[in-house]
C-alpha cells in the first residue's frame, strides 16, 4: 500500500520539488500546506503516514508548534530546516522527531531520511504491540487480593517500565463503593500508596479539607495531557493539581478516563517531575487495556465484598534489589533510565546508550541482557576504541585459515561469540567509517561474513551499543554515518553524570567505603557531615568511577573514628565561597591540570592521571586535545 505524506512547507519552490520526487518515488503526496492552520485541516481529512515539516512556517505558529501536536496524534515526521540557532534546534528536538533534513538537501539525503522514519516507524509499531500483550499478561496474572491499596500498588510496577510517572491518582467507582488513592514512587518498583490520612499529614490540611478536594478533582472531566502553560492552567481549575504538585515536584500530567458504564467509573492521573514524558501513544496504551483494568477491579481487589476500601499509607525501601542491586541510588533521573531499561529489555531493539565516561554504561548494557529472554546466552563486550583499525574487523567477525599474512588458524569473531546472545559495542563513536558501513549491513541483513570466506553466516544478536561523544555532532562533522546512527538510535538510553544526580553521593559515597574497608580491613563508623558536604560540592567530571577511585584513595590514606576530608578531595572544591563563578568546563581543564601536575604528567598507569580521574585512558587524551592542555614549562617530564 501508498504511503501518504503531507509537506508542510511555505516556499512553493522546495514544496513543488519535494513532491515532484516522492510521486516519483511511489509516495502519495496527500497535500502541501503552507501554515499550521491548513496542515491541520489536511490532517483532520486524512492521517498522513508521515509529515515533512519546515520549522519556519508562515503565520503566528511555527513547525515546532505543529510538532507537539503531531506528537499527541502519534503522526511521525521529519523536519525540513534552513539554518537555525541553538535555542530553535534544542525546542525542536524535544519534540523527538524522526529526522532532521538541513536544506540545501539533495534528493539522496531526502531518501535515506524516508528509510531511516520508515524503519522506526514499523519498528516502533512492533515495540508498541509488543508492549501492549506484555502488559496485558502481566496485568492478567497479578494475584487475587482483598486489599485495593496492594493491588494498586502492583498495577503500578507493572504499567512503571511503559508509563515513566513518580506520581499516579487512582479514582475508582464501583456502585456505592469509592477508592480514591495516591502511588508515589520512591524507588525502582518500590512506592508509596497514599490515602487521606497521608495527604492530610503531607499537606498539612485537615482530612475534611483533603476529603473535600479529592471529591471535587473527581467531578472534573480532565482528559489530556498537560505540561508547561496547560498544567499551569490544570491547576487554577483544579485545586488538587496544585494541593500535589508542590511537594512532589510535579511538572506534567496525563489524565484518562476508562468509561465502565453506569455508576462504573475509573479515572487515572499520571504525573512526572519532567516535561515531554508523555503522549498520545501511551494513553492509547491505557485505554487499549480498560478492560483488563475492569477485570481486575470487578475480581481481584475485592470491593465488592469489602463494602470499600479504607487505604493505609505505606513507604518501602530505596534499596534497589534483584536484577538492579549493582546500581545504587534514587534518583529520579537514576530511576527513569532502569524503568526505560525494564520496558526494553524484553523486546530484540538495538540500544544506544549516551553518557559521559564513568556513568555506568556497561552496567546498564548488563542489565538490559540480564531482563531479556536472552539472558542465559553470551554477553559479549568489545572497545571499539581499544582495537587497532587494521584488527577491528577480524576481531568482530573473524576470519578464515591464509585470509591475511599471519593468519594460520580460522578465528571466530565477536559477533559469532554472542550468536544468540547479546553483544555490547562500547565506545561505538570511535569505530572507523569503514566498519561503520560493515556493521550496518550486519544490522540490517543478520548476517556476516568471515574475512577471507565466501560464506555468510547468520546471526541472531542483539546490538546494544554505548558512546561518551555526542553522535549527531559526529554525524555533522562527517565521523560517523547518519544511516547507522539512527538504526542504532531506535531505543536511546541516556545515562546521567552524578553531578545530575547528586542526591544519589551519599548512597554510593557508603556503598564505595563499605567496599574498601571490606578489602583493606580498616574500619570507619562513616562518612562526617564535612565530607558529605565537599562530595556534594564536586562536579565529578569522571563521574561514578573518579567518586569510587577518591573513596578507595581516602580508605587507603584516612585514619580515624569518621572518614574526614583531606587532601583526597581537590582541594579547589572545598572551597565554599567563590563570586566568580566558573564554566564547568573551565573548572573541569583546572582540575585535569592539577592532577596531570601531581603525576608528572605521567598519564597511563596505576599511579598515572586517568586512574586517578576515573577515566580511560583514551577519554583522557582526547579530553586534554579538546580543551586545549598544554605541558607547563619547567615541570617534570
Known sequence: MKKHILIVEDEFIVANDLSCYLEEQNFVVSGIASTVEEALLFIDKQPPYIVLLDIHLKGKLSGIDLAKRLQQLNIPFIYLSAYSNKLIL???????????????????????????????????????????????????????????????EEIAKVLQPGIPFDFLFCNLVRDTYTLRLGIHRVGIRKYQIIGVNEFSNILGLSISEVEGIIAERSLLKVQGIYEDTEFDRLKDLS???????????????????????????????????????????????????????SDILENKVGLKKSGGTSVKGHATSHKNTGTFKEIIGKSPKLLNVLHDIERVAPMKTSVLIMGESGTGKELFAKCIHRLSPRSEAPFVVINCGAIPENLIESTLFGHVKGAFTGASTHSTGKFEQANGGTIFLDEIGEMPLEMQVRLLRVLQENEIERIGDTKTIPLDVRVIAATNKNLEHEVETGNFRLDLY???????????????????????????LDKYMSLTGKFFEGLSEKTLEALLRYDFPGNIRELENLMERAVIVENGKTLTPGNWIPENELITSNNDFKTFETKQKEYIVEVLDHTNWRVSGPKGAAKILGMKEKTLFAKIKRLGIEKRVGLKS
Open 486 to 512: 539512527y538504526r542504532l538510535h531506535v531505543f536511546p538510553v541516556y545515562a546521567p553524570p552524578l553531578r545530575e544526580r547528586k542526591e544519589d553521593i551519599p548512597l554510593l559515597a557508603q556503598y564505595f
Open 90 to 152: 534544542e525546542q525542536a528536538k524535544k519534540t523527538n522527531p524522526y529526522g532532521f533534513l538541513v536544506k540545501p538537501f539533495r534528493e539522496k539525503d531526502l531518501y535515506i531520511a524516508l528509510e531511516i522514519a520508515t524503519y522506526h516507524i514499523e519498528h516502533h509499531a512492533d515495540t508498541n504491540t509488543q508492549s501492549e500483550q506484555q502488559l496485558f499478561e502481566k496485568l492478567s496474572s497479578i494475584p487475587t487480593g482483598d486489599k485495593g491499596e496492594e493491588c494498586f
Open 239 to 293: 485545586r488538587f493539581e496544585k494541593m500535589v504538585s508542590t511537594p512532589f515536584k510535579l511538572q506534567s500530567c496525563m489524565a484518562l478516563s476508562i468509561d465502565q458504564g453506569h455508576e462504573k467509573r475509573l479515572s487515572f492521573s499520571f504525573y512526572a517531575k519532567h516535561k515531554g514524558v508523555f503522549n498520545r501513544t501511551r494513553a492509547d496504551l491505557i485505554q487499549s487495556l480498560g478492560i483488563v483494568f
